[in-house]
């Protein structure tokens, strides 16, 4: 299970205004100066594992950055498990991986 001080949880919650659009659309970040415009895409993918939930999601966030670049966060969907004797056999977790679009992953 995912701790309150868990980095997941603060993107989980974080993220709701990104993925209003549920789209590709504009992001305005603030840095040092002033504005700044992103693109922001988001993808989504299932993670497995026959350990936990939390595994899982670190598992589709880990293998989504070998390919993916510049994810910036995470929301979890959904999770669901499958049973087999009465007990979980595999962890699965529903996730959107939110990235910045830039001229290297355009």
Excluded: C
Excluded at 52 to 77: C, L, M, R
């Amino acid at each position: 299970m995912l701790s309150v001080d868990s980095p997941l949880l603060f993107f989980k919650y974080h993220l709701r205004i990104v993925f209003a659009a549920r789209a590709k659309h504009i992001d305005v970040m603030h840095y040092k100066g002033g504005i700044e415009m992103a693109v922001v895409n988001v993808l989504n993918i299932v993670g497995d594992s026959t350990i936990s939930w939390d595994d899982a999601i670190h598992k589709a966030v880990q293998e989504a950055s070998k390919t993916v670049k510049n994810i910036s966060g995470i929301e979890i969907k959904n999770q669901t498990a499958n049973v087999k004797d009465g007990k979980i056999v595999e962890y699965k977790a529903n996730i959107e991986i939110a990235y910045r679009v830039d001229g290297n992953n355009l």
